[in-house]
């Protein structure tokens, strides 16, 4: 007997007084041990006993207190924890979660403490910072964050610039549109702004990481990654200079308060980067649907025939051709208050009903924190003004709004964002965001939310020939790193040959038709709208529109197949028990590969979409031989796809 009170002594003593603590994940493969050394608290991460993360620093700076020194440490405890969800909306429909946790808690000299709790899967780690209330102190404003990323020297970056505050086009930034740099030493990442979220990073040959943050709401703001200093990336705040310099850079808390969780998403190859859902497994939604809300396909006029084709008779022809394609919306633009006015969109809304197509609309976000002149303005920035408008919104019938105009990560914005959507969803209307912030878990968060832009997308290859000439580029690097952590609205597929109106010369489209057909399943959003034109009916092969009359936007199940950011990337997304197998190759040579897919059943009859000669005969059927291997021929700036 004596001696089980001194075993128990012994285990109480080892979790209440050591300094360190380690949390594993569920295979044993992911680990990360947390320590107070000198009055600071690191982390480190291991995977397959490589390292992944070095010791790397913790805390955070608030008015009432300081937590990154003189840090003292007080107890650990762990747990477990075991969720399942069903999400639509994603790139997985049915997800289960198992996850070990840590709570590791430490307070500082003025004996105030701050905990720091990890959830480690097996090869996602997710971690906040809790605040409890300090005596009679019930709130605070976190001014500071230093969560650092220390990676070993042989690392490489593949990293987008955050923009800089109130610029570009009406200062409207930033906006997450920046290019990316791919395969770089860190050293070269010296951009005073920063770096946006998500951020993929190769650790030699030791496998790759993931870095994001999700579960950002009006509690907080959104925050960002700094340039390499003194060896390693830290957390940051957005800049003071953004929404025209109004509003804090940190977080206004009550307390018991948390700040959003950061993610690391490791893995020796990049199927776990591809594949996580670690934005959404430490998310809940905030708000019930008030209704089931339906996703699917759009026409929209305005990405190709542009600010000229807002009036009313061109925006009947584009919801006759969402008609003719089966699509189940058409999103009409800025202007339209102004060109065809509220009265008359009614009537517009009525004849799309008829052809049994719904609309969305296009709204400027703000009047206050930048130069944006296009209209409906002034309509979504304040509560009184915006509950009236969504009133005559569902009145008239409409099912979604495009809000556009951000810029800034403050949590003034947040707020914003959180705003539009909970009104949005008690008048039944979907929100897609535009010229905005990366959404941060928001697909589950807010169950009206379908999508965000945040990225180069289908508008700037009308813009710039910076962005035709890496078309191929970006696209295979998406599934990688912004499509990884959430939905994107691109609005692509892209069929004319010219990106104009005319179709006839300038602003030259230099991918194929196949390769915009397969980003409509490599760009994974629950809405998308296409950039397809009138003229399309009539001068693209029947085969490649019957393709998209049927390719779904929602999918069961995404399983990466091949690739490497910048170079080339095939995945498969499954949708019912039909699989869709999507590649595009950005090399500047013709690309030959054999991938297995294991998810097909040897013998299975495939529908192959090629490009090059073989397409002018359209789909090609094949049975998948009994290896379930498929050799891949791909040219550069081409795409490919396969239908079982």
Not at 19 to 30: C, F, I, M, T
Not at 401 to 420: A, H, N, P, W
Not at 489 to 500: D, R, T
Not at 514 to 536: D, E, R, Y
Request: glycine residues 6%; negative net charge.
């Amino acid at each position: 007997m004596k001696k089980l009170i001194v075993l128990c002594c012994l285990l109480i003593s080892s979790a209440v007084i050591s300094q360190n603590a380690e949390v594993v994940s569920p295979d044993g493969k992911l680990k990360l041990n947390v320590s107070v050394e000198n009055g600071k608290t690191t982390y480190s991460v291991t995977y397959n006993n490589k390292v992944m993360l070095e010791n790397s620093p913790l805390g955070l700076i608030t008015n009432e207190g300081n937590f990154t020194e003189n840090m003292t440490f007080v107890e650990s405890t762990s747990d477990k924890v075991n969720k399942s969800y069903n999400q639509e909306k994603i790139k997985q429909s049915s997800i289960i979660y198992e996850a070990n946790t840590l709570k590791f808690t430490i307070e500082n000299a003025d004996k105030k403490q701050l905990s720091i709790v990890f959830q480690l899967s097996n090869n996602d780690i997710a971690f906040r910072y809790e605040i409890p209330i300090w005596g009679e102190t019930m709130s605070c404003v976190v001014e500071k964050e230093i969560t650092g990323y220390k990676f070993p020297s042989s690392t490489t970056t593949f990293l987008s610039s955050m923009m800089s505050p109130m610029s570009g086009f009406a200062r409207t930034t930033p906006s997450y549109e920046s290019s990316y740099t791919s395969d770089v030493a860190m050293e070269t990442n010296t951009d005073k702004n920063g770096y946006v979220f998500p951020g993929l990073f190769r650790i030699g040959n030791n496998g790759w990481v993931l870095l994001s943050e999700t579960g950002v709401s009006s509690l907080y703001n959104a925050s960002h990654l700094s340039s390499y200093t003194n060896g390693m990336y830290s957390v940051e705040y957005p800049d003071v200079k953004t929404n025209n310099g109004f509003g804090s850079v940190g977080a206004q808390v009550g307390l018991p308060g948390m700040t959003p969780w950061r993610t690391i998403t490791v893995g020796e190859t990049l199927k776990p980067i591809v594949e996580t859902t670690i934005s959404y497994d430490v998310v809940d939604p905030l708000y019930e649907a008030s209704q089931d809300y339906k996703y699917g396909r759009g026409s929209w006029s305005w990405i190709v025939w542009q600010d000229a084709s807002m009036n009313y008779e061109d925006q009947v022809k584009y919801i006759d051709l969402a008609a003719a394609m089966n699509f189940e919306y058409i999103l009409i633009d800025a202007w339209w208050d102004k060109n065809i006015g509220y009265d008359r969109m009614k009537e517009l809304i009525q004849y799309a009903k008829s052809k049994g197509v719904d609309v969305f609309l296009w709204y400027n976000s703000n009047g206050i924190v930048n130069d944006a002149f296009q209209t409906p303005k002034d309509k979504m920035n304040t509560s009184i003004v915006r509950k009236n408008e969504m009133k005559w919104l569902k009145e008239a019938g409409v099912k979604g709004l495009k809000v556009d105009f951000f810029g800034g990560d403050k949590q003034e914005t947040m707020r914003l964002y959180e705003d539009i959507l909970s009104d949005a969803n008690d008048y039944g209307l979907m929100i897609i965001f535009h010229g905005a912030t990366l959404p941060r878990g928001w697909e589950r968060m807010y169950p009206n939310f379908v999508g965000s832009e945040a990225v180069i997308a289908s508008e700037m290859l009308i813009f710039t020939q910076d962005a035709r000439n890496k078309e191929s580029y970006y696209a295979s690097l998406h599934p990688f790193i912004r499509n990884s952590v959430a939905s994107m609205e691109f609005g692509g597929v892209l069929l004319n040959k010219f990106l104009n109106k005319g179709n006839t010369r300038g602003q030259e489209r230099l991918t194929t038709n196949m390769f915009q057909l397969a980003t409509s399943v490599l760009f994974q959003n629950p809405l998308q709208m296409f950039a397809l034109t009138p003229n399309n009916l009539e001068d693209t092969p029947a085969y490649q529109l019957d393709f998209l009359r049927t390719v779904p936007t929602t999918w069961d199940e995404t399983v990466f197949i091949d690739g490497y950011p910048g170079k080339h990337v095939v995945l498969a997304r499954r949708h019912g028990d039909k699989w869709y197998i999507a590649g595009v190759n950005a090399n500047k040579e013709t690309l030959k590969i054999k991938v297995k897919l294991p998810m097909i059943s040897a013998g299975d009859e495939l529908n192959i979409y090629a490009d090059g000669e073989q397409s002018k005969n359209g789909v090609i059927t094949s049975k998948l031989k009994k290896n379930q291997e498929i050799e891949l021929t791909i040219p550069t700036n081409g795409g490919v796809l396969i239908v079982n």
